[in-house]
Every structure is written in structure tokens, then in C-alpha cells.
């Protein structure tokens, strides 16, 4: 489902305002995605899920301490994973939270409700003042307002983990997943180069598309910055830090993820679809992930409909003409419902975050219909799924 002009996925300090990224590499026609779902048919995965038993034996704690870091939004997927470690394999899971940018009701009740079914939880929230500033920067000058969220996100494990004195630490799925070099899928263990080269002393130190110099211009100091800082490499090998991807230990499914979740750790969907798609059970943490993938398709041609209808397809819960219905009727939705919380989070005029948007609608995928198009209705989108 999705097409030729999806960017691979890059370590977020690579982002400037003038980088382009590669596409992801197409094979006969076919994304990587969908070469490596044919992939997945021929792995072992009852010896994968031993190995998992194995690698948790390692690591459990004899003192019935914390002995695995789980980061979690209080998400499907998040919930999923913790509960197996813990059902499963005997270990005892903390979940850690980089805070939303801006919580949705029903995210609140899911995050909430993790702890209600036995999880402990450690919240994190970054200085407001410093991580709204960012995330307009990122807005502003790379399309990309879930950037801040991202590397706050990834590196608050390693940092945790390192703070803690646990060293394992089990994320969800490898980005492989869905796009990339599927060989990345062979080995279990993240690659903690994309993690630890974010710290000040690195020359490709950006944020917002923007370096420390810059960002001072910005008023935003190398202190304000510390919430997004990594430990460095030596300081995470001397913790001998296993950092791995549950995905390469099961055959990662979303949807069962779901099922899996609602059913046993009380996760609960949203009553209706999210905006941009016909789901109701996925990216339902924070409202500003809608603009996120409102801009992937102004940018790439492919929204939240065609980002959930393709994991679909892949593991046979749709078909492909059924999934193409879907994308169809509600890729090309804009978040109306969430507009007024865009302009009080961005404190911007309607306007002027009309404007903002124009620069990054790419004229490969979108053609104007009226003189001076500003609004969504004035355009024609030319990138519709075949």
C-alpha cells in the first residue's frame, strides 16, 4: 500500500530543514515491508520464543527486584509485551513514560489503567516550556512536530536503565518492521549508535533541525536540553546494557497485540475511529501524533489509514482490495476535531498554521485547485492508492 516516496527511518538527530531522506528500496515492485512479512513464514518461532526464555533467564533478578525496563505509553503494544515478560518468563517489568505531547482522554484511561492491572510505572514529563518550544521548531521547519517526542522517547530507557542499574531492556518492534533493510529483522538487539549519538558532544548534534548554536538563538540552552540526552557508549557498555526488540522473539502482529491487550491487561479502544483512519485501537496517546501523520501524507502520500490498513494486508487481516477501500475513504482526512488544540498548543493563529503547513505539501502528490490554495479543500491529491 504504501509508495516509492516513503523515507527510510534515520536516527532524528540526522534531521535538518535540508536533509532528504532515501526512500525505502522497492524489489519487483514490492516494499520491504511485505518482502520481509514473506519472510516471517519461514522462521522458527517456537525456538525464537525459547530463546526469549532463555535470554530472560539471564536476566531475572534473584532478589525480586525490577529486572526489565519496558518502554510504555500504556499502548496495546507496550502492554503486550510487559504482560508476556511477566506472565511468561517470570520477570518483573517497570514501564517508563515519556509524557505525550498532548494527552487524549482515552489515553490518560489507558495510561492509567496499566497500573490499575499491575504494572508499576515510572512517568516521565520534560520542562513544558522547553519541550513546547521544540516541538513548534520541529513543526515549523521539518514537518516533523513528533521529533522531540521521538528522541525523548528512545532515549529515556538507556538513561533510566543506567540510572537504575538494570541493565535489560525490552522494546517493542524493530522499525524493520514496516520499512528499511529487512536484514535488520536477523538480530535481536537494537543498534545503540542510533541512541547514544545524541549528546552535545557529537558534531551531528541537532534537534529541531537545528544546532546548539541555533537553538541558544532560540533561547533554549544546553541544560534545558538534558531531558533529551543519552548516556555515551562507555558508560552503557560498563552497565553491560541489553537493549533488544521483542519483535525478533514473536511473530509481532498488531492486531493480536490488540486482542492480547483488551483481553488480559485491560486495554481499552477508542468508541470511535481515530481521525485519518478506520482504527480504533492504535496511536491513541497523544493528539499531536494526528498532525504527525496528517503531514506524512502531505509529505510521502501515505497517511495513518495507509500506515494501519498495510501492517494489515501483511499479516492477512485484510486484503489487499479491501484495504484499498479503507485508504481510500479516510487517508485524506484532516484532524478537524483536533484543530483547536493544534493552534493552542503551537499558540498560533488559524491562519498562520494554514500557512505553515504549505511547504511541506509535496507538488509530486498535491495540485491546487483555486489561485492561492491554502486550505485542505483546495487541493487535489494525485497520489491516491492504485
Given at each position: 500500500?504504501?509508495?516509492n516516496?516513503r523515507?527510510?527511518s ?7 530543514a535540508?536533509?532528504n531522506?532515501?526512500s ?5 515492485g514490492?516494499?520491504p ?12 518461532w ?5 530463546q526469549?526464555?532463555d535470554l530472560?533467564?539471564t536476566?531475572r533478578?534473584?532478589t ?8 510504555s505509553?500504556?499502548g ?6 510487559a504482560?508476556?515478560?511477566?506472565r ?8 517508563v ?19 490499575d ?11 513544558q516550556?522547553t519541550?513546547?518550544k521544540?516541538t513548534?521548531l520541529?513543526f ?7 521529533q522531540?517526542?521521538?528522541i525523548?522517547?528512545r ?12 541493565p ?6 524493530n522499525v524493520?518492521e514496516y520499512?528499511n533493510?529487512t536484514?535488520?529483522?536477523l538480530v535481536?538487539d537494537v ?5 547514544i549519538?545524541?549528546?552535545l ?5 541537532r534537534?529541531?533541525?537545528l544546532d546548539l548554536?541555533?537553538?541558544?538563538n ?5 541544560s534545558?536540553l538534558?531531558?533529551y540526552l ?13 537493549y ?5 522473539f514473536?511473530?509481532w502482529?498488531?492486531l493480536?497485540?490488540y486482542?492480547?491487550?483488551a483481553?488480559?491487561t485491560g486495554f ?7 481521525s485519518?483512519t478506520?482504527?480504533?485501537h492504535s ?5 499531536i501524533?494526528?498532525?504527525h ?8 502520500g501515505?497517511?495513518r489509514?495507509?500506515?494501519?490498513a498495510?501492517?494489515e494486508?501483511?499479516s492477512g487481516?485484510?486484503?489487499r ?5 479503507l485508504?481510500?475513504k479516510?487517508?485524506?482526512?484532516f ?16 491562519l498562520?498554521?494554514?500557512k505553515?503547513?504549505l511547504?511541506?505539501?509535496n507538488?509530486?502528490l498535491?495540485?491546487p485547485k483555486v489561485?492561492s ?14
Open positions: 500500500m504504501i509508495n516516496l523515507p527510510k534515520l536516527p532524528e538527530y540526522k534531521k535538518t535540508a536533509f531522506a532515501e525505502v528500496d522497492f524489489l519487483d514490492i516494499c515491508a511485505c518482502h520481509w512479512a514473506e519472510r516471517k513464514k519461514s522462521i522458527d517456537e525456538h525464537r520464543y525459547q526469549l526464555g530472560c533467564d536476566y533478578s534473584s525480586h527486584s525490577f529486572d526489565v525496563i519496558v518502554p505509553s500504556g496495546k503494544d507496550s502492554r503486550y509485551v504482560d508476556v515478560l511477566r511468561d518468563f517470570g520477570m518483573n517489568p517497570l514501564t513514560t515519556w509524557a505525550p505531547n498532548l494527552w487524549t482522554s482515552i489515553g490518560t484511561t489507558n495510561f492509567r489503567s496499566q497500573s492491572n499491575g504494572f508499576s510505572n515510572l512517568l516521565f514529563t520534560p520542562d516550556i519541550h513546547k521544540l513548534t520541529a515549523q521547519r521539518l514537518g516533523h512536530p513528533f522531540p517526542f521521538n525523548g522517547q532515549t529515556l530507557a538507556p538513561r533510566l536503565a543506567s540510572q537504575l542499574g538494570i535489560f531492556v525490552m522494546y517493542g518492534e524493520a520499512s533493510n536484514n535488520d529483522n535481536s543498534k545503540l549508535e542510533n541512541y549519538e545524541f549528546n558532544n557529537s558534531a551531528d548534534f534537534i529541531s533541525g548554536m541555533e537553538l541558544g532560540e533561547g533554549i540552552s544546553a534545558d538534558s531531558a543519552c548516556p555515551d557508549l562507555q558508560e552503557l557498555s560498563s552497565l553491560g546494557l541489553k533488544t526488540y521483542f519483535s525478533y514473536v511473530n502482529n498488531p493480536f497485540n486482542f492480547y491487550a483481553e488480559k481499552t479502544p477508542q468508541i470511535q475511529r481515530k485519518g478506520y482504527c480504533r496511536g491513541l496517546d497523544d493528539i501524533e494526528e498532525l501523520f496528517y503531514l506524512m501524507l502531505l509529505k510521502f501515505n497517511g489509514a495507509t500506515w494501519d498495510s501492517q494486508i501483511r487481516h485484510l486484503t482490495d479491501e484495504g484499498k477501500i485508504v481510500l479516510y487517508d485524506n482526512e484532524p478537524w476535531p483536533s484543530l483547536p488544540f493544534f493552534l493552542e498548543y503551537f499558540d498560533m493563529s488559524e498562520d498554521f494554514w505553515a503547513l511547504p511541506f505539501r507538488p509530486v498535491w495540485k489561485t490554495p491554502l486550505y485542505p479543500s483546495d487541493w487535489d491529491f494525485l497520489g491516491s492508492v492504485q
